[in-house]
């Protein structure tokens, strides 16, 4: 191989590769997709392309695609200097966190994207964030690459794959990264923001699969109904709920609520405290109104996004669902995905 740089595109699916049949978008496979594109094999790199069959709207995405696609990365990490995933905007966010979690000591870029618009269309926003995700996934400088961690690339902006949201569904701009600052911005030249960017692992890449999904989001409104909640925290089903609560952590103090997540809790069963916010940080005890959290030993998510408690979340409940050793894992830093971590 020449010192091109050589990238694996893996191809899952996505508004990228998909057309109108009557009324609806689905899903070509990437030998039709490419056809839209017949100019790249004529960039300077050295592609390998591997298209799910079929390929999917990310609205299906599950654990066990994750997990494909981590093996793909895993048995190709060493033959890429980087690998570019096409994937649906719909759940992108998760499974970005999803992969950065799998794959931990990572020190090769791995750039999600996908589009608002598909390819064959005369004003898509496709190829521009094809083409620059390839130029990001093979960036390097004395041998070693320039963003070597899991991230998205979408209209112009290198987003930390785990600290993303999709924010619009019909903007180009179709992503956030509410906090944590851009990791690089694409204009003229790309200005990578080397400051942010995670500086690679020394250790050998290690692959996390088991994934348990014994997970639920109880978000709190106004006016929310016992019936709502012990749905959720009566059933045996679950080991950990997260509470999407107000604010910086906080919610309502009638008994009937605060005695169901006493109940929960004394089974020893796992409750997160989350956001409803897209930016700030989980503050338990600075309100009188989430005083009970600190009581009941609920566990802050501080700043991370709600994709990345999800997954990481199931993650975690694939190791333990003591929950103990589950907060003290859950609330460390795996890949940049929380800021702070206090007391
Ligand atoms: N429903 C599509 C998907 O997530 C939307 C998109 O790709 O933008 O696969």
Redesign the pocket.
């Known amino acids: 191989m020449s010192n091109k740089s050589a990238i694996l595109i893996i191809f899952t699916?996505?508004?990228?590769g998909?057309i109108k049949k009557v009324n609806n978008?689905v899903p070509i496979n990437f030998n039709e997709l490419i056809k839209y594109f017949p100019d790249i094999d004529k960039l300077n790199y050295y592609l390998e392309i591997i298209g799910f069959n079929p390929p999917?709207?990310?609205?299906e995405m599950n654990p066990k695609i994750w997990v494909k696609i981590v093996e793909i990365i895993e048995s190709n990490y060493t033959k890429f200097d980087g690998f570019v995933i096409l994937?649906?905007?719909?759940?992108?966010a998760y499974t970005a966190s999803a992969v950065s979690f799998m794959l931990q000591n990572l020190n090769k870029p791995i750039v999600f994207t996908?589009?608002?618009l598909p390819i064959g269309v005369h004003r898509t926003d496709a190829k521009e964030n094809l083409i620059t995700s390839i130029e990001i996934a093979g960036c390097r400088s004395y041998g070693k690459s320039i963003v070597p961690e899991v991230c998205v690339y979408f209209e112009n902006k290198l987003l930390r794959g785990n600290r993303t949201h999709k924010s619009s569904s019909n903007e180009f701009n179709?992503f956030k990264s509410n906090n944590y600052p851009i990791l690089a911005q694409a204009g003229i030249d790309i200005n990578y923001n080397l400051n942010v960017i995670s500086k690679g692992a020394l250790k050998s890449l290690k692959i996390h699969k088991k994934i348990k999904n014994t997970v639920a989001i109880l978000k709190l409104f106004p006016g929310i109904s016992r019936e709502n909640v012990i749905c959720l925290l009566k059933n045996d089903f679950f080991d950990a709920i997260i509470l999407q609560t107000y604010g910086c952590g906080n919610s309502l103090q009638e008994k009937w609520f605060i005695d169901e997540l006493k109940e929960f809790t004394s089974k020893g069963k796992i409750l997160i405290n989350a956001s409803q916010c897209e930016t700030g940080n989980i503050v338990q005890g600075r309100y009188k109104t989430s005083q009970q959290f600190i009581d009941l030993d609920v566990i802050s998510s501080f700043d991370m996004t709600l994709e990345s408690i999800v997954t990481k979340t199931m993650l975690v409940l694939g190791e333990t669902n003591n929950k103990k050793m589950f907060k003290e894992k859950f609330q460390k830093s795996f890949c940049g995905e929380l800021t702070k971590v206090p007391k």
């Open positions: 699916g996505g508004t990228i998909m978008y999917i709207d990310s609205a994937h649906g905007t719909d759940t992108m996908g589009s608002q179709a």
